[in-house]
């Protein structure tokens, strides 16, 4: 399209189908997306004169629902791709770079002539692309250069998977351009995740990248890492009367790596006593009689995250279930025990090295104060610091959200809405 011609088909409504489909049927949601588009397409005409052709792609954000800690463990989980995305304007050209400018972090240029993992980059979204980039090329694809402007409303550290977002936007503009879309969403996330653990230097599961990749609200059985199951649900929450927030406690990430790294690592530490690598190879049954036996050749908290790694497993499959049958009721109440069993027996809701810094903690006792001792509330994602979930009534959200962001801050807390689709390009 034209840049002229795609503003005027936001500005005529043209576009209003495609936006709804992301971001829901509120008027509202529909205004702001076309500004914000709008905005964007503006953006890259200024620091892109050179095109006049532009395509525009957008990959969303994901929120955890069941299976806290279970992914790395090969295990099961439920989550959502959400209606809070990361966009990008793009115009495609044969000169062998990529060059891309993010709203608030400057430009990015990737020479494709050098695929190789540069351990000066590591930890910068320039590796990200270059990794991407480099395993669509081992698969035999010719990729050619592109300039883009992308924004992004899937906030940094908001525990929503901004990583995984744009990883997933990457792997789709390379996707649809150079590969003719023959790539399929459960590729698209390895892709993501190879670039995040070789090029980036982080290692991470597959969750994120999968639930960015698929869309929607789904089931995964991590098993078979290479082919994970994948199953789509469309349970409608708002229907039910409940919205889906979510809270960012503005707790610090740095410095706890130690704290992450400790879970998967506690949780091995198990596994390996039973000559296995991941609990999923373990017996349930025998690690639970061999628990005293365990008892000085683990530590005692590592056992109790193995304890939860085995009900959490379960959980996520009961979760997904109860909500296949249309039982609310009974996925809430799997869902708390889920929470109390991250609170207790996982123990990610603050870190040890940082006692008194307990936003977690405090979020959710906030919110069983404004919703009630039962409240459907928990640890969001990874945990130790970040974000808390909640499943609020409808007739109480706007008051939820009021108090929410009067503890941390106008903007804190969002009113999510679930994505039926992962990544795409948007066509008016």
């Known amino acids: 399209m034209k840049i002229q011609t795609f503003i005027d088909a936001l500005r005529g409504g043209k576009a209003d189908h495609a936006l709804r489909i992301l971001y829901g049927d509120a008027p509202t949601a529909i205004e702001s997306q076309q500004r914000r588009y ?16 532009i395509r525009i792609f957008s990959a969303p954000g994901r929120t955890e629902i069941g299976g806290n800690h279970t992914d790395h463990q090969h295990g099961c989980a439920l989550a959502a791709a959400v209606n809070l995305d990361v966009i990008a304007v793009v115009a495609f050209h044969d000169d062998r770079m990529i060059r891309m400018e993010s709203e608030g972090h400057g430009r990015i240029e990737v020479d494709l002539n050098d695929l190789s993992v540069c351990e ?15 395993r669509f090329a081992s698969m035999g694809v010719k990729i050619g250069g592109f300039d883009a402007y ?11 998977s901004s990583s995984a977002a744009f990883e997933t936007l990457v ?20 892709i993501g995740q190879y670039a995040e653990n070789v090029y980036f230097g982080k290692g991470s599961g597959l969750l994120d990248q999968t639930v960015c990749a698929y869309g929607g609200f789904v089931f995964i059985d991590f098993l078979d890492t290479d082919k994970p199951y994948v199953e789509k649900y469309s349970f409608d929450f708002e ?10 406690t503005k707790g610090s990430h740095s410095d706890l790596t ?9 949780m091995r530490s198990v596994a390996r006593q039973f000559g296995k690598e991941y609990l999923r190879e373990v017996d349930e049954f025998l690690f639970l009689r061999s628990v005293p036996e365990l008892r000085g050749k683990c530590n005692d908290r590592a056992i109790m995250r193995a304890v939860h790694y085995f009900k959490e497993n379960r959980r996520a499959i009961d979760e997904a279930q109860a909500l296949d049958n249309g039982d609310i009721e009974a996925f809430f109440e799997i869902y708390r025990r889920s929470a109390a069993s991250s609170a207790n027996l996982l123990q990610n809701h603050y870190s040890n090295a940082k006692p008194t810094e307990q936003g977690i903690s405090l979020g959710i006792m906030m919110s069983r104060l404004i919703l009630g001792d039962d409240a459907a509330v928990r640890v969001h994602g990874g945990g130790f610091a970040g974000t808390i979930q ?18 941390y801050g106008a903007g804190s807390c969002y009113v999510i809405r679930i994505r039926p689709v992962g990544g795409v390009e948007i066509k008016a």
Do not use: W
């Not at 000066?120 to 480099?134: D, L, M, N, Q, V």
């Not at 609020?392 to 929410?404: A, C, D, I």
């Open 390 to 407: 909640a499943f609020v009534p409808v007739f109480k959200t706007e008051e939820y959200v009021r108090k929410m962001n009067a503890l």
């Open 150 to 160: 992308s924004t992004s409303d899937v906030l940094s550290g908001s525990g929503l």
């Open 171 to 190: 792997g789709t503009i390379i996707n649809v351009k150079y590969n003719d879309c023959r790539t399929d969403e459960a590729e698209i996330a390895k």
């Open 120 to 134: 000066e980059e590591k930890g910068t979204s320039a590796a990200i692309i270059r990794g991407i980039a480099a």
């Open 239 to 248: 229907k039910a009367g409940y919205n889906l927030c979510i809270t960012d």
């Open 258 to 266: 130690e704290d992450y790294v400790a879970v998967p690592s506690e």
């Open 38 to 53: 709008i905005h964007a397409v503006s953006r890259f005409a200024e620091i892109f004169p050179q095109h006049e052709d």
